[in-house]
């Protein structure tokens, strides 16, 4: 075997063992959603909300939102402002919005889905609904078409 694919191999293994470590941590912490009991019923709540095949853009925890609402749900990963998230539905014919207040996956959005930030949204947003699980608040608003 020559060193280089030896260094290859070290490489792989010692990646795969801090994402592991981070997904560990993640999962662990008290405060995961794993161990909220009443996200999965607002999340059925959000379902229920929301028309058949519409697809969801969210501030955090996607896939997590994805399986519980079975509606496709993206964090908009590129996106800086709220002018910004406007375009990037409209574009996308996207209607709904589910921000979990003070947590956003995407660090330029982090003021935007803030307490004081969330209150910024309307207009061109409407709230439909408001969620309040073990560890976390949660906003349901939708796009207005003008």
Request: net charge negative; aromatic share 12%; no cysteine.
């Amino acid at each position: 075997m020559s060193i280089s694919a030896f260094v290859v191999g070290v490489l792989i293994i010692a990646v795969t063992l801090v994402g592991f470590q981070l997904q560990t941590d993640t999962m662990a912490n008290p405060r995961s959603i794993i161990y909220d009991r009443r996200f999965v019923e607002a999340m059925h709540n959000v379902s229920r909300l929301l028309p058949d095949n519409e697809n969801l853009v969210v501030s955090s925890n996607g896939p997590i939102v994805t399986y519980f609402t079975g509606h496709t749900a993206t964090v908009p990963w590129a996106v800086t402002s709220k002018q910004g998230l406007t375009n990037y539905m409209r574009q996308r014919e996207y209607s709904f919005l589910l921000a979990f207040e003070n947590k956003s996956d995407a660090v330029a959005l982090r003021a935007l889905f803030s307490s004081e930030g969330l209150r910024t949204l309307e207009p061109p947003f409407v709230q439909l609904a408001e969620y309040h699980t073990d560890f976390y608040v949660l906003f349901l608003y939708q796009l207005t078409s003008t």
